[in-house]
Nanobody, 124 residues
Framework: LQLEESGGGLVQPGGSLRLSCAAS????????VAWFRQAPGKERQGVAYLDESGSAIYGTSVKGRFTLSRDNAKNMAYLQMNSLKSEDTAVYYCAATGADAGSLWQKTQWYEYWGQGAQVTVSS
């Protein structure tokens, strides 16, 4: 399974962006998917997680502003980011796991597949 992110860029504080994650195989629908981000000099941080049933979990810093969704017919996942802040600036990664990460979803070692990352910069 290969993952490829797109949709990153430069946005002003308060603005919105939608990241897309394209999967190479239809079996993507059987994986749980997550978005992580990594700012310079910081550890990779879990942003959101969506399991096969459609149940979503969000990191505290993005809850209420970000929405993770998926379209299994298109082998796609999306991260809608609203009310962006400067501290959201990071490289964003799409990840997939065949395991039920549950409450451990923010642990990177759960994920077998990763995209190459998309830069998101929030600045005026």
């Amino acid at each position: 399974l290969q993952l490829e992110e797109s949709g990153g860029g430069l946005v002003q504080p308060g603005g919105s962006l939608r990241l897309s994650c394209a999967a190479s195989e239809f079996t993507f629908r059987y994986y749980n998917v997550a978005w992580f981000r990594q700012a310079p000099g910081k550890e990779r941080q879990g942003v959101a997680y969506l399991d096969e049933s459609g149940s979503a979990i969000y990191g505290t810093s993005v809850k209420g502003r970000f929405t993770l969704s998926r379209d299994n017919a298109k082998n796609m996942a999306y991260l809608q980011m609203n009310s962006l802040k400067s501290e959201d600036t990071a490289v964003y990664y799409c990840a997939a796991t065949g395991a039920d990460a549950g409450s451990l979803w923010q642990k990177t070692q759960w994920y077998e597949y990763w995209g190459q990352g998309a830069q998101v910069t929030v600045s005026s």
